[in-house]
């Protein structure tokens, strides 16, 4: 496995690249945004650990233009914020997972090889889902209600994409969570996303449903 390390702080980068090549892992180092940009955008990497608060470039906006370009790419950001808000910016910018700062090695590598095993089965199961008028691309990470593309965030598709798996059944919170890659997240910030995908999808005549004290499901509106 190939990893990709965009972190500043040249004492936990030393720390990170010994104990993450001690389990295997070919990792590359870059220690500002800016040089790490090219290499991420160039190279093909298996996944990727990236501190927000990066020098000459923001982890965020690094972020974005690696998330733009490889829709795919596992993302785990490392972060000293820890509020609600700071969570869900860098879930919204297309991270698959957060960890602040500080913490213990073993829970970077629990998470790490949870994204990397969630990329292989997505992988996988990579195709094409519908219902009504919906259709998700699981391959290009792309939507359309009606053939119309819809314009939504990695979250948001991820949200769709776990509610169309599940076109039948009640999705629960825990279960969205999880697929976003962080159990910590909050049911507030859950609501915060499928309210946000509710908006944009209701128009083509398809709803997300609240079933109180369950969870969420995909249905077709009667209006």
């Not at 923001?58 to 993302?75: C, M, N, Y």
């Not at 290009?140 to 059944?169: C, F, K, T, Y």
């Amino acid at each position: 496995m190939k990893l990709f390390l965009a972190e500043d702080d040249a004492v936990l980068a030393d720390a990170l690249l010994t104990s993450l090549s001690r389990l295997g892992f070919e990792t590359e180092h870059a220690a500002s945004g800016l040089t790490a940009e090219p290499r991420l955008l160039g190279a093909d990497f298996d996944a990727v650990i990236l501190d927000i608060g990066l020098p000459g470039q923001s982890g965020l906006e690094l972020l974005r233009k690696v998330r733009a370009g490889k829709p795919t790419l596992p993302i785990l950001i490392l972060t000293a914020l820890d509020g609600l808000e700071d969570r869900v910016a860098g879930l919204d910018a297309g991270a698959d997972d957060y960890l602040t700062k500080p913490f213990e090695f073993v829970e970077l590598e629990a998470r790490l090889r949870a994204l990397l095993r969630r990329s292989k089965a997505h992988g996988e199961a990579r195709g094409e889902a519908r219902f009504g008028s919906l259709r998700l691309d699981r391959a290009g990470q792309r939507a359309w209600a009606q053939d119309v593309p819809l314009d939504l965030s990695a979250r948001e598709l991820a949200v769709l994409d776990v509610l169309l798996s599940n076109a039948d059944r009640v999705v629960t919170k825990e279960q969205i969570a999880a697929e976003l890659g962080g159990d910590e997240l909050g049911a507030n910030a859950i609501e915060v996303y499928v309210h946000r995908l509710r908006k944009k999808i209701e128009p083509a005549g398809v709803g997300v449903r609240a079933v109180r004290g369950l969870g969420y499901l995909l249905e077709a509106r009667q209006d």
